[in-house]
């Protein structure tokens, strides 16, 4: 039986992605803002990837937390899983790759690189040599779904949870006290970011509250605004390298799965808008640079309004947005379906 769609994770998921798109399109333009602000958007931009994690460990826990290994198997699990992912992120690697050789004539390309990127196989291999803006955190979607059976096998039994949960705290803090904080003197470094190691935890929380908040709702109410006025706390108070190591992270990872779980229990007003915004997120995340870089790379290499005044910058983000939509939403409906309909047309033979 198939599970009823969650419209308020589709909504969260499209705040999120509406966040990174903005902060990504003001960065890129470099608009200023004041402190109040800029900040919170900055972070924003960090943890918005983040809440993706989480949403997607809630919803694999809610689809396969009964049916994996027992009605859906392993191999069908992983082919369902690489099929969802793999057809629009090739293309947007095929467009950005054509792309990178238009607007800049020195470059060079890479075979082995595009070869890891093409099968997917950089996310295990070389998490930071994503060639799509962005493609790190799809990489990083692919080596959750590896080790997804791993957690849900661990939560499935009588003490796994409580071991999870130690497990999610461990690998936060040992992650980013020592693969990520950088030593004294020493610059943050964005390659070990990125690793897959460094956001599991919220992948496995996710997983957590896809599996037992949905009846769980004291101080929802109470608790979701204290984390929102918190995270603006935070991100006013700390520098961006705090704010992604350390125990501000371990703060931030409960920060999101409170984020998650109010979006999954309360009986919200529909949003419409976000809600569908949320279901085109996955184009939208991987198109959103190709139109903004590609656009201002265009310009640039022609000569044409390279120095734009303050309105200038807000119609360019603003064409670009909606040129960004539009797409996102042509990749939705004619290339991300692509993978359901090998899966048909498998079944069929």
């Known amino acids: 039986m198939p599970v009823a769609r969650l419209h308020g994770l589709d909504e969260l998921r499209g705040w999120a992605a509406l966040l990174i798109v903005f902060y990504h399109f003001t960065t890129w333009e470099q608009v200023e803002f004041p402190a109040y602000i800029a900040n919170p958007l900055k972070l924003s931009g960090f943890y918005g990837v983040s809440v993706f994690y989480v949403l997607s460990g809630c919803v694999l826990s809610i689809i396969y937390g009964e049916k994996l290994g027992n009605t859906v198997s392993l191999s069908t699990f992983y082919t369902k899983r690489y099929l969802r992912i793999a057809p629009l992120f090739i293309v947007i690697l095929l467009i950005s790759t054509l792309g990178a050789k238009i607007v800049n004539e020195d470059y060079v390309f890479d075979f082995w690189r595009f070869f890891l990127n093409f099968s997917l196989l950089f996310s295990w291999i070389a998490p930071s040599e994503h060639m799509p ?68 935890a919220f992948f496995a929380l996710g997983m957590l509250i896809g599996r037992y908040s949905k009846d769980w709702t004291r101080w929802r109410n109470f608790l979701f605004p204290l984390s929102l006025v918190t995270f603006w706390i935070l991100s006013m108070e700390l520098t961006t390298i705090d704010l992604v190591t350390g125990w501000p992270r371990v703060i931030l990872l409960g920060l999101t799965g409170i984020w998650c779980w109010f979006f999954f229990t309360a009986d919200l007003l529909r949003n419409r808008p976000m809600e569908w915004l949320g279901k085109i997120s996955y184009s939208l995340y991987l198109v959103h640079p190709i139109v903004f870089l590609g656009a201002d790379g265009f310009l640039r290499k022609a000569g044409q309004w390279q120095e734009r005044s303050l309105s200038q910058s807000a119609g360019f983000m603003a064409i670009c947005f909606f040129v960004t939509v539009v797409s996102a939403w042509i990749l939705w409906r004619l290339v991300e379906p692509v993978g359901g309909r090998l899966l048909k047309m498998r079944r069929a033979l």
């Open 133 to 200: 803006v962005g493609g790190w955190s799809i990489g990083n979607e692919i080596f959750f779904y590896s080790v997804f059976p791993l957690l849900l096998l661990l939560i499935r039994i009588r003490a796994g949870n409580v071991l999870l949960v130690l497990l999610i705290i461990a690998v936060t803090i040992l992650v980013s006290f020592g693969l990520v904080k950088p030593d004294s003197g020493k610059e943050f470094e964005f390659s070990k970011y990125v690793n897959p190691l460094n956001h599991v």
